[in-house]
């Protein structure tokens, strides 16, 4: 299994506060990917990045931003935080090349209230 | 970004074989088809890909039609584990966006 650890994994925060979730991989993975999932929606894609510094938007990117200064971190970063933003965050990997598949983190449950 | 089409819920017998389908009608000739499958409270795995031809690993079977606009995840004798949401996905090529959908709700009764 890749080597993929998200910070926090649960978070209680207030709305209208900032928050920041890390998503850290050891495997030199060049593509990294921030998904949302609430019941009913499956998983929706927020950002990824295609390398360090180059990132772009997914579906549901609004009120969302993201940066990815260096090849094992992509932080995901809720500006001010609303309740509409409480679901699981999981964090994804994968390598470079036609046959290469994802891995996924353990996910960050967060919860705005 | 091509679409993927899965029936929203399917049920299968413990032990049983188990189809589930997958139409892309708009995949492109570079297009992997990707599966994956979610257990309760985890994060997605990885099941199964291929591209033209069918392909098998521990997991599963992958059946591709000839003009590639549907395949088929077969689970060759279904166990109360592989009880899951299983999502059918043709990543982007060149970006390697991954849209998921809602997927296919598995049931394994005992």
């Known amino acids: 299994d890749a080597g993929i650890t998200q910070s926090p994994r649960h978070k209680v925060t207030e709305t209208g506060t900032p928050v920041t979730l890390r998503c850290h991989q050891t495997?030199?993975?060049?593509?990294m990917y921030w998904y949302r999932q609430d019941p009913g929606h499956g998983l929706r894609l927020i950002h990824y990045s295609y390398g360090v510094k180059d990132t772009d938007k997914g579906e549901v990117s609004d009120g969302y931003s993201v940066s990815r200064s260096k090849t094992e971190d992509f932080l995901l970063t809720l500006e001010s935080a609303t309740s509409s933003q409480t679901s699981v965050y999981f964090c994804?990997?994968?390598?470079?090349?036609?046959?290469?598949?994802?891995?996924f983190g353990p996910g960050t449950r967060l919860l705005v209230l | 970004d091509a679409k993927t089409t899965q029936p929203n819920s399917m049920e299968s017998n413990e032990e049983e074989p188990v189809h589930l389908p997958c139409n892309h009608s708009t995949i492109s000739g570079t297009d992997y088809i990707h599966w994956y499958r979610q257990l309760p409270s985890q994060g997605p795995e990885y099941v199964i890909h291929?591209?033209?031809s069918n392909v098998n690993n521990r997991m599963a079977s992958l059946a591709i039609a000839e003009d590639r606009k549907s395949s088929t995840l077969i689970l060759h004798r279904a166990t109360l584990r592989d009880a899951a949401v299983y999502y059918c996905?043709?990543?982007?090529?060149?970006?390697?966006?991954?849209?998921f959908g809602t997927g296919t709700r598995l049931k394994v009764l005992a």
């Open positions: 996905i043709l990543p982007t090529s060149g970006t390697y966006k991954y849209i």
């Open positions: 495997e030199n993975h060049r593509y």
């Open positions: 291929g591209l033209t």
């Open positions: 994804a990997t994968r390598a470079q090349g036609l046959w290469e598949t994802q891995y």
